[in-house]
């Protein structure tokens, strides 16, 4: 601002400098002599332009925050407002012993927990050991049954292949013995025939008539013997049968015993199996029970330790208290404000119109007065402009942040009125005219300058930027040109 006085200062004293050289002038010619009387003249110079947007606004902090307990309980400390604090310093804290016993119980319960996943795991493990037994044992009874079957089996054909081989060697016995029987019978009667042909021819003969006796007792003996014969080889013929029936029956009873063996070593396999396999299910669903709880263990002790986080609330940066609810002693409770803080570092909010903020960028240099330190200027930079406009009473405006540069600077506190000059753009070695030279008709720019004979003359002109004292000339004029300040339409 000192740089913009001092600027209108110097071209106030160059423009008075100028009208005086003029007036001499004007005086030694008579058509420019009743013009100088009336309007003030402005000689054409060359000089910079700087074009600035002028706005005010406030000291303000970078960062606010609003605290609010989440648990209740009486205030152990707390600051005031206006305090200062460093980041990490406890800005208000509150007791906190009944949230201690509340996470004491949470660790035993989340200990609880954790025992109980682990017995869990253990119970599932050994399933998986009973069920790898049970399926090992299932294959080496259907194994055994198996074999057990087939053995019966092989068996019942071995009993019937012996019984028929026994039963042919019998029969074979029998028919032998039948043959043997009816041969020695036969030759027995034929001795015993011939005998009592010879005797006939001599009934009296002592010796044919022992012969005949003989031959007929011989007959009668061997009669008998051959059917005892039989009837032993009959005996043993039936007997092999009957014992050959019995060993089929038996074999049968053991294949047929082995089949129900191996039918129901499967449903015991199948309901062991199946009984292992439940058991998995069992204790895989208390793995995930377990499981569950200890998760919700583990919640209720991250809940109970965040009461226990929410009773005390730190600084996260270096700043000033600026509003407190508590002080010690109280008893607080959560849902009401408790402590508002601001950061100590500060920068500069102000508003700026439409018209202007189109020319505004980041990085902008801002000239920055304080009404406190009016002297002092303060140098910064723009570090934000808000893309969300405000209308108030038909007048839009955005919101603007600068970063002030403070070091060596004053100090700055909160809520200070400041002053802004941003410089948008500027010109050197240009020429210019005070702007309220310049007027437009039809769309074109134009200065009046002085003519003989006391006439006026108006003279299209080209211009560029301006600020509120000058604006560049690009064309029409030449340095050293005499133009009237305030042009007569």
């Not at 004007?26 to 910079?48: N, P, Q, R, V, Y």
């Not at 031959?215 to 009669?223: D, M, S, T």
């Not at 018209?355 to 910064?380: H, S």
Request: include cysteine; proline fraction near 2%.
């Amino acid at each position: 601002m000192r740089n913009k006085i001092t600027g209108k200062i110097f071209f106030i004293i160059t423009a008075i400098a100028i009208i005086i050289i003029a007036s001499f002038n004007l005086s030694a010619c008579k058509s420019l002599g009743d013009i100088s009387k009336i309007m003030d003249t402005f000689e054409i110079t060359k000089g910079d332009i700087i074009q600035t947007v002028t706005t005010s606004g406030y000291v303000d902090s970078s960062e606010q925050n609003d605290y609010s307990l989440s648990a209740s309980g009486k205030v152990l400390c707390s600051l005031s407002k206006g305090d200062t604090f460093s980041k990490g310093d406890v800005l208000i804290e509150i007791d906190c012993s009944r949230q201690k016993l509340l996470i004491a119980q949470a660790e035993e319960n989340l200990n609880a927990a954790k025992n109980s996943l682990e017995l869990a795991r253990i119970s599932y493990q050994k399933a998986l050991d009973a069920n790898h037994i049970a399926l090992q044992l299932a294959d080496t009874n259907t194994s055994l049954s198996e074999q057990a079957t087939q053995s019966a089996f092989i068996a019942l054909e071995n009993a019937n292949e012996l019984a028929k081989k026994s039963e042919e060697n019998a029969y074979a016995a029998l028919e032998n013995t039948t043959n043997i029987a009816s041969c020695s019978i036969t030759s027995a009667k034929s001795a015993w025939d011939e005998a009592e042909r010879i005797l006939a021819t001599d009934p009296d003969n002592k010796t044919y008539q022992y012969n005949a006796k003989a031959a007929r007792e011989n007959y009668e003996a061997v009669k008998a013997q051959q059917y005892a014969n039989i009837n032993t080889t009959e005996g043993t013929y039936e007997t092999t049968i009957e014992k050959n029936k019995s060993s089929i029956n038996s074999a049968q009873s053991a294949y047929e015993q082995s089949l129900l063996n191996q039918s129901s070593t499967y449903w015991s396999n199948l309901s062991s199996t199946q009984s292992a396999a439940s058991q998995i299910e069992v204790t895989a669903k208390n793995i995930e029970q377990a499981e569950s709880q200890l998760k919700l263990s583990r919640i209720n002790l991250d809940l109970t330790k965040l009461d226990i986080d929410n009773s005390i609330i730190y600084a996260p940066y270096d700043g000033i208290v600026l509003t407190s609810t508590y002080k010690e002693g109280e008893y607080a409770g959560p849902g009401v404000p408790a402590i508002s803080i601001i950061s100590s570092d500060f920068i500069i909010k102000a508003d700026i119109n439409e018209t202007d903020v189109v020319n505004l960028q980041i990085g902008q240099d801002v000239d920055i007065r304080l009404d406190a330190y009016f002297e002092d200027k303060l140098d910064g930079k723009i570090t934000e402009i808000s893309p969300i406009s405000t209308n108030i009473g038909g007048v839009v405006s955005f919101e603007l942040t600068v970063k002030p540069e403070t070091e060596n600077g004053p100090k700055l506190l909160y809520g200070l009125s400041a002053s802004l000059d941003i410089t948008t753009s500027s010109v050197e070695n240009v020429l210019y005219v005070p702007i309220q030279s310049v007027f437009e008709e039809d769309g074109k720019s134009y200065v009046s300058i002085p003519g003989e004979d006391g006439a006026l003359n108006k003279i299209e002109v080209t211009t560029g930027i301006f600020n509120y004292d000058f604006i560049e000339i690009k064309s029409g004029l030449n340095e050293g040109d005499i133009i009237l300040i305030s042009p007569i339409r």
